[in-house]
């Protein structure tokens, strides 16, 4: 084996082991970003019963036995390195794993144009946990993956809230996208965040 397979094997293997923490703040608890795990089905369940979640969601997810799958599909493609995405986790003292608070992923990290997304369960909605996961995995990504110079995130044009995940963490409007469904049944709005800090042209 040559010596840039044995680095790209290496860089797989550094990357799958990744963990990931947001700090606390005065109200609520660090976060703790790790990837998914099949003991992870019950609370992504859990948190799909939520109508808010379901509304913007891109995937279906109806039961525990379709959470797993789901799971299991994001543990697949972190072996390619095709989607990156983490478990949301409220740490508890002494940094042991509490309950899941959402999840937060990178997409085609190879990509030209690599993108993020999110989603934050119910139960932990109000406390800043998709923008301090969403930094915390954007700064991650701007280092693990060098010659990225930007990230894209895309939302539907009515979910307010996630716009106002984006501004806060620095991901400037761009551009109206129009309707693609099933993924953007209406217009979507692209938001745009460069390596090197400055705002969208």
């Not at 550094?14 to 703040?25: I, M, P």
């Not at 948190?47 to 969601?57: E, F, I, Q």
């Not at 539907?156 to 129009?178: H, I, Q």
Request: aromatic share 6%; proline share 7%.
């Amino acid at each position: 084996m040559d010596e840039t397979a044995v680095r790209q094997m290496r860089q797989v293997r550094q990357v799958r082991q990744v963990r990931l923490e947001a700090g606390a703040t005065a109200s609520a608890p660090a976060l703790l970003l790790r990837p998914w795990r099949p003991e992870d089905a019950a609370g992504v369940a859990e948190a799909y019963r939520d109508p808010v979640l379901r509304r913007w969601a891109a995937v279906t997810v109806r039961n525990e036995a379709e959470a797993l799958r789901w799971v299991l599909e994001q543990s697949d493609l972190w072996a390619t390195e095709e989607r990156l995405a983490f478990a949301v986790l409220e740490a508890q003292p002494g940094g042991a794993e509490g309950r899941l608070a959402g999840h937060v992923v990178l997409k085609a990290p190879h990509g030209a144009e690599p993108e993020v997304g999110y989603w934050t369960a119910a139960h932990a909605r109000g406390r800043g946990v998709a923008p301090r996961a969403l930094s915390t995995l954007t700064d991650w990504a701007f280092t693990a993956f060098p010659g990225t110079a930007r990230l894209r995130l895309m939302h539907e044009a009515e979910n307010t809230a996630s716009c106002r995940v984006a501004e806060k963490t620095g991901y400037g409007f761009d551009a109206v996208l129009p309707a693609a469904p099933p993924e953007f049944p209406g217009e979507g709005h692209l938001h745009v965040r460069h390596a090197d800090g400055r705002a969208p042209a």
